[in-house]
């Protein structure tokens, strides 16, 4: 799936109201095309995503668009099995 996400565009504020959760606990696995992404772990941990970047993401994140270019990315996250049939999830 192609993601466009706007400039101010942060987790914190777009997606938290609407999941409900302190933090995203979907797994993600993401190829960056264009614009800058940052992922805070629950941990601490900081990870800066740029074009060209592949990058693994476990449960447990926040994020937000850096400066003022739309960050555009691939969503490649393989499909999970939630029951006894295997279905693409919606994001």
Known sequence: MRETL???????????????TTVCEIEHVRYVLAGAFRIEMIDGSVMDLVPGDLAHIPPGHTGYVVG??????????????????????EP
């Open 6 to 20: 706007q400039p101010g565009w942060r987790w914190t504020q777009d997606m938290q109201p609407i999941v409900g």
């Open 68 to 89: 003022d270019t739309p960050c555009v990315m691939l969503d490649i996250t393989p499909p999970r099995n939630t029951s006894s049939h295997n279905h693409m999830s």
